[in-house]
């Protein structure tokens, strides 16, 4: 059985724990709350909930901003849509049957449809319009990343290290690409990104593969990391964290491996340096910005891969995956706090605390504001006053 790696969170520290390996722990103490004198406090637009989020489990069901519509979903299968400007309900489904939905991977707004995936191995289409369900195609593993879709497909990574393509009208399934998965990894699969034709999505064996999307050809894999050292645990490497594609040049990153910059025209690496991630990354153009495995905040110059800088104030906080929002880099932690970061430098620029059970994703930015969904389902639109 699949051993898999969890965190669980203490009143005072924050212990790794491997499951199912008994005397394997390592005890990691979060810092402290960073003190930081707000530049700026937003301003509430408008609130609304979601059920009960996702809890404490790790389903990561970002909000989407698409069609005019902000769409939100919990765990247990409650989706909506709603009006971005007032937060009012457009349409509400619920998926939920004879047992939990338990969505977690989603949401992704394509071909006026929505696309959703679970860990009970379905990916669900939904109509954008109406929340009506087209389809319910039942697949082999769990869905816990964002599906993507091109050439009139739907892309998804399973926990069993396959990558299925199914067609977005029917849900049938076209064709399917099996990778190597270790006995032990973490919990979490890479969303898969597309480009050109071609589709790029991380293993749990510490590569990055590169397919043709129409054929579901395999074109190649690429180590990002090498497993090393005498235990399991040493030697994990997924790559969770969804490759980026800046321009012509493609960014990976794994965990216990490398932030590589790949050429997409030759497939060559340009640059590696040497970061520890599980999380998603994000960029301005100009900089990479990354969360590492110990929760620092690392900028790095997205031509040469040089280090800009490094905020470890958040150390072991489980912070979100970073989002840019205006002029800031922004992540949000496990006890619900916001940080605000000004991106040339790395310094915090303003923080609140928004709600104690925390937060699985990061904000995401609307037209006019940003919008934050936390664990237990809560879901604000705000705006930023300076």
Not at 37 to 44: D, T
Not at 242 to 247: F, R, T
Not at 256 to 267: F, K, P, W
Not at 329 to 346: A, K, M, P, Q, T
């Amino acid at each position: 059985m699949k051993k898999l790696l969890k965190r669980a969170l203490t009143a005072v520290a924050v212990i790794g724990v491997l499951a199912g390996c008994a005397g394997e722990e390592d005890t990691i103490i979060m810092a402290p709350v960073p003190e930081v004198k707000s530049q700026f406090e937003p301003s509430k637009v408008w609130s609304s909930s979601i059920g009960n989020g996702v809890e404490q489990y790790f389903s990561k069901l970002s909000p989407q901003f698409a069609y005019d519509k902000v769409f939100i979903a919990s765990r247990d299968g409650e989706v909506q849509a709603l009006n971005p400007a007032n937060g009012e309900e457009i349409w509400a489904t619920d998926l939920e049957g004879d047992v939990s939905a338990r969505l977690s991977g989603g949401i992704a707004a394509a071909y006026d449809k929505l696309f959703i995936g679970s860990e009970n191995g379905e990916v669900i289409a939904l109509n954008q319009e109406t929340g009506e369900l087209i389809w319910r195609q039942p697949i082999q593993g769990e869905v816990l990343s964002m599906p993507a879709t091109d050439e009139n497909l739907v892309l998804v990574h399973t926990s069993e290290g396959m990558l299925i393509a199914l067609d977005q009208q029917t849900g049938t399934q076209k064709w399917t690409i099996s990778t190597e998965v270790p006995t032990l990894t973490l919990r979490g699969t890479s969303a898969p990104a597309t480009v050109s034709g071609g589709v790029f999505w991380g293993t749990a064996s510490g590569r990055l593969a590169a397919a043709i999307v129409s054929r579901g050809q395999l074109i190649w894999q690429l180590p990002i990391g090498t497993p090393k050292g005498a235990t399991e645990i040493d030697r994990i490497v997924d790559v969770d964290a969804s490759p980026m594609v800046m321009g012509s040049t493609l960014i990976a990153l794994g965990y216990n491996g490398q932030l590589t910059a790949i050429d997409l025209r030759s497939g060559q690496a340009a640059w590696k340096r040497t970061y520890s991630s599980a999380s998603d990354m994000a960029n301005d153009g100009s900089r990479i910005f990354l969360v590492t495995d110990k929760d620092h905040l690392v900028a790095v110059d997205a031509r040469s891969g040089t280090e800009l800088w490094t905020n470890k104030q958040l150390e072991h906080r489980l912070v979100t995956a970073p989002v840019i929002i205006d002029d800031y880099v922004v992540v949000g932690d496990s006890e619900g706090y916001l940080y605000w970061l000004d991106r040339s430098s790395g310094d915090f620029v303003a923080m609140q605390e928004e709600n104690s059970s925390g937060f699985a994703v990061a904000p995401i930015a609307l037209e006019d504001g940003y919008l934050i969904t936390t664990r237990n389902g809560d879901v604000k639109k705000l705006t930023l006053s300076e």
